[in-house]
Every structure is written in C-alpha cells, then in structure tokens.
C-alpha cells in the first residue's frame, strides 16, 4: 500500500497546484471615436486602401495582410472594391500601430502549504494504512511587472478630390504587443461603426476568436 501512496500524493498535489484546465478566452477594452462629414451615415460605396503615413509602404507584406482583414469587413458592409484606384469613390486610408504607455506592476499574494505523513491510526474512528494532513501555513507576497501597450488603427476615407468623408479611430491598452493578432480584432470591432456620426466615444468589450487564434 505504501507503494501506492507515494504516486497518489503526487497525482494529488499536481492537481492542487494547477487545478483543472480549461480554455481561457482573452477580451479586448476597445474605444472608438468616429466622424463623417455629414454628421450622420454615409452610404457605402466602391473604395481602395492606401497607407495613411507616406513613409509606409501598400507593398509591405504586413500591410498586405492587414489590408486583407480590412476589405473582408468593408465587403460585408456593402464596400465594393474598385477595379483601379483612380475610379474608386472612396480612398481609404489605413494605419495600425503599438506603442509603449508605461510598465505596470502587480502585487499579489500565493498561499504556502505544508504536508504531514504518517502510518497506522491518525484522529480517525477506523484503521487507516496511512494518514497525511494538508494545510495553509502562510501567504508569500509577490510582484510582477509588465508593459502596457496602447494598440491602435485608424481609418481615413476621403474622395478622388482630397475630402474627407469619415474617420475611425479605434485603440486598445494590454499587455499583448502582437499586432498580427491584435489589429484584426480592432477592425472587427470597429464594423459598426465605419463610415457613421457619434458624438461620444464608444467604450465596449470584445473576446477573441479562439477559431483564429495564433
């Protein structure tokens, strides 16, 4: 029987520790901002993306992609995209970064634990082949630090003649600095709100999508 302790202890102490797994969903604080020139909805209509910085580069391969997430959202919403940039009605200018806000650092507390084994009878009413107690004996403070990154895209739409029809900006603060993750979950969430007026900022939350999960 003693054997046979030994592995149940650890089985035990292992599932103690860690507890049960289970897929843990992130979620996103999102704030959004958007204009039109009309103060209300502008209708969808045919478009191209163009960078909105000079200095980037439309041949850029992560430009490229996140493009690609870009015009799937705007295709869904009744954008037709042109088939040359000098006949779209829309150009629409985009942009997506990281920047670094500050190092936070966390305290927090983990509970220590000691065990006692033994053989033969242990406060119990009937014989036991072994008996061991498990219990708290202190909590141990621990720090951690982490950055905090600000994760933003914005959304320009302007016609052929350099006017600017409507503008979304959308931006998120977490740890997390990959953008080959982040930025499509900003242009996901700024769907509803492309191309439309709203005078206050837009607070809400998104859960990434475990089915694109990288």
Same mark, same amino acid.
Request: hydrophobic fraction near 30%; include cysteine.
């Given at each position: 029987?003693?054997?046979?302790?030994?592995?149940?202890?650890?089985?035990?102490?292992?599932?103690?520790?860690?507890?049960?797994?289970?897929?843990?969903?992130?979620?996103?604080?999102?704030?959004?901002?958007?204009?039109?020139?009309?103060?209300?909805?502008?209708?969808?209509?045919?478009?191209?993306?163009?960078?909105?910085?000079?200095?980037?580069? @439309?041949?850029?391969?992560? /430009?490229?992609?996140?493009? %690609? =997430?870009? &015009?799937?959202?705007?295709?869904?919403?009744? *954008?037709?995209?042109?088939?040359?940039?000098?006949?779209?009605?829309?150009?629409?200018?985009?942009?997506?970064?990281?920047?670094?806000?500050?190092?936070?650092?966390?305290?927090?507390?983990?509970?220590?634990?000691?065990?006692?084994?033994?053989?033969?009878?242990?406060?119990? @009413?009937?014989?036991?082949? /072994?008996?061991?107690?498990? %219990? =708290?004996? &202190?909590?141990?403070?621990?720090?951690?630090? *982490?950055?905090?990154?600000?994760?933003?895209?914005?959304?320009?739409?302007?016609?052929?003649?350099?006017?600017?029809?409507?503008?979304?900006?959308?931006?998120?603060?977490?740890?997390?600095?990959?953008?080959?993750?982040?930025?499509?979950?900003?242009?996901?969430?700024?769907? @509803?709100?492309?191309?439309?007026?709203?005078?206050?900022?837009?607070?809400?939350?998104?859960?990434?999508?475990?089915?694109?999960?990288?």
């Amino acid at each position: 029987m003693k054997y046979l302790f030994i592995p149940l202890l650890t089985l035990f102490i292992s599932i103690f520790s860690t507890g049960c797994s289970s897929k843990v969903v992130n979620q996103y604080h999102v704030h959004i901002d958007t204009i039109t020139y009309t103060g209300g909805s502008i209708a969808p209509s045919s478009y191209t993306i163009k960078p909105l910085k000079e200095e980037s580069s @439309p041949n850029d391969l992560y /430009f490229q992609r996140q493009s %690609h =997430y870009l &015009s799937e959202i705007l295709n869904e919403l009744g *954008y037709q995209p042109a088939s040359h940039e000098n006949l779209a009605e829309e150009i629409i200018y985009f942009d997506y970064g990281i920047e670094k806000i500050k190092d936070e650092t966390i305290t927090y507390q983990e509970p220590t634990f000691s065990i006692g084994m033994g053989w033969g009878y242990h406060h119990r @009413p009937y014989y036991s082949p /072994f008996w061991n107690d498990l %219990h =708290y004996t &202190s909590y141990q403070t621990y720090q951690k630090q *982490y950055p905090l990154f600000n994760r933003y895209i914005t959304l320009l739409s302007k016609d052929q003649r350099g006017k600017e029809l409507w503008r979304v900006d959308a931006s998120s603060v977490g740890k997390s600095n990959n953008l080959r993750k982040i930025v499509p979950l900003l242009i996901k969430a700024s769907k @509803p709100y492309i191309g439309t007026n709203h005078e206050e900022e837009i607070k809400l939350t998104i859960a990434e999508d475990l089915k694109k999960k990288e």
